[in-house]
């Protein structure tokens, strides 16, 4: 465990963080199956359909 690991999160802003990322997901056509965490840090499962690649979640990048 890390020594040094602050509180930074209360429950409110756990939730909105929750809204955000549901938001987020929603628009790029994921899945937020799960979404909790403590007053310092949070966990996420995303689930990318196959037609996202992991390693991209934005898709391509436009031209320069």
Known sequence: MT???HEVFADAHLNRLEE???DVCADF???LR???G???H???LVN???KIAP???RGPSPPA
């Open 20 to 22: 955000i990322m549901r």
């Open 42 to 44: 949070v966990h996420l």
């Open 34 to 36: 799960a979404f909790n």
């Open 3 to 5: 020594k040094f690991r």
């Open 48 to 50: 990318f359909p196959p």
């Open 29 to 31: 056509e994921t899945e």
């Open 55 to 57: 390693s991209n979640p």
């Open 38 to 40: 403590g007053n310092n």
